[in-house]
């Protein structure tokens, strides 16, 4: 394959605005449009999206002081058939992580991109509120065994034993079963390798750059001290600075330092960072590092993304109020102008389905779905509007508006949205105009 050429569409890179930098090792070429898709793919198809050629996951970030997504790589290692026990022992060491820290610090997939579970079958957070003083019971019904077969640990980091039942103070607690992980509960063979195993807790080694690329003054630019943990800030293009070169990971919005060169203490490190030139730095990634659904609200990369872009959304805004004529959309604002029924026609296949990680939605949920959206969006500008609505309740009684949207088909919430949202724009108009006051 041609270095000019594109690994994929086999177009010339340099009619295609040239290659694009790959995160990873590998050397085959891609131009923006492919590299954007088969992300995108992958993403629909395993929830993860990954490199076409290794298969290795990406990070994606949005640098809002470039205006342009930002692609890296993720702390993940490759665990081949051959003495798969021995290798996957050697990788977990490496990050000061035990086997008995899966499902909290890592996790493992199989080729496919299917989760595995190694070593342990059950790993979760109880909270107090659903223990209530009765943390074995509910551990009993939720698997029936002996109940010290589950190993709980509070969140000082001391273990509790059975039956001495956690007090409310103790709270959070981590919860694992078996308690016992000496040998692998999964039989695999050699069409499930080669394993990707993704952290959660890593170790990178850092070298401080030569050439004060990264300075002490640069280090408060980085990182952010918040309720005594130790943060790297919302700079997408000052954490890439910090890479290890060994692996290629380097540091992300969000990551919380815990330790560096064997300090825990949040000043001690402070001035590891600003004076050390060699880091070993162990640290905590932020969101889930289980699979991604971007149709759910509470979605870590989706969250993320809305945050970084937000700013320059805001910019994008501005300057289109001050241009006459300018166009919200590539389309020139022709798709606006179609029915919302026959916009989201646009978006499912010959069939009237819209595929996505393992998910069949028809067009009916697609708009079921934008309703909601836009009925969020209106609730939480005008709470002050949400008047109790003349309707009834399925148990007869009296709904507000939220409760009212969550029981009517898409047309009726629509029927009773707008009106408050045309209330809405009719009180900016009039505030804009002096007319109106706080409210």
Excluded at 92 to 109: N, P, T, W
Excluded at 353 to 382: C, H, N, P
Aim: aromatic share 8%.
């Amino acid at each position: 394959m041609h270095e000019d050429t594109c690994g994929v569409c086999f177009g010339n890179l340099e009619e295609l605005n040239g290659a694009i930098e790959l995160p990873c090792s590998c050397k085959v070429p891609y131009c923006q449009r492919c590299w954007d898709r088969t992300l995108a793919t992958s993403l629909s198809n395993v929830g993860l999206p990954r490199c076409p050629s290794c298969r290795e996951v990406i990070r994606v970030d949005y640098d809002a002081s470039e205006g342009r997504l930002v692609f890296s790589r993720v702390a993940d290692a490759t665990v081949r058939f051959e003495n798969w026990l021995e290798t996957l022992d050697d990788i977990l060491r490496q990050h000061s992580v035990q086997r008995c820290d899966e499902g909290f610090k890592f996790i493992a997939r199989t080729q496919s991109g299917k989760l595995t579970k190694l070593f342990v079958m059950f790993a979760f957070q109880e909270t107090w509120a659903k223990a209530k003083g009765s943390l074995w019971p509910l551990l009993e019904g939720k698997r029936p065994s002996p109940s010290g077969d589950w190993f709980v640990l509070n969140h000082l980091g001391e273990e509790v034993h059975y039956p001495r039942e956690p007090a409310e103070e103790e709270f959070p607690v981590q919860v694992r079963y078996p308690k016992l992980v000496e040998h692998p509960m999964t039989e695999l063979d050699a069409n499930s390798f080669p394993l990707t195993l993704t952290f959660k807790e890593y170790v990178l080694n850092l070298e401080m750059p030569r050439g004060g690329e990264v300075s002490g003054g640069s280090v408060s630019q980085t990182f952010e001290v918040d309720e005594g943990r130790l943060l790297v800030r919302e700079d997408v293009g000052m954490a890439r600075k910090w890479k290890d070169q060994t692996t290629g990971v380097c540091l992300h919005p969000g990551d919380r330092i815990l330790e560096v060169n064997g300090l825990q203490d949040v000043e001690l490190i402070w001035e590891q960072l600003g004076c050390e030139e060699l880091l070993k730095v162990r640290l905590q990634q932020q969101g889930s590092i289980f699979k991604t659904d971007v149709y759910n609200a509470q979605d870590d990369m989706r969250n993320r993304l809305q945050r970084q872009a937000k700013p320059r959304q805001q910019e994008l805004l501005r300057r289109r109020e001050h241009c006459e004529g300018a166009q919200s959309c590539v389309c020139g604002g022709e798709l606006e102008l179609l029915p919302l029924r026959q916009r989201v026609s646009l978006l499912v296949d010959q069939h009237g389905f819209l595929e996505y990680a393992g998910k069949r939605f028809s067009v009916d949920d697609l708009i079921a779905m934008s309703v909601r959206a836009q009925t969020e969006l209106v609730l939480s500008m005008a709470s002050c509007d949400l008047r109790p609505v003349p309707s009834t309740h399925p148990r007869g009684e009296t709904m507000d508006l939220s409760e009212w949207c969550q029981h009517h088909p898409p047309r009726a919430v629509l029927r009773r949205v707008c009106p408050v949202l045309q209330h809405l724009l009719r009180k900016c108009r009039k505030r804009e105009a002096g007319e109106l006051g706080d409210w």
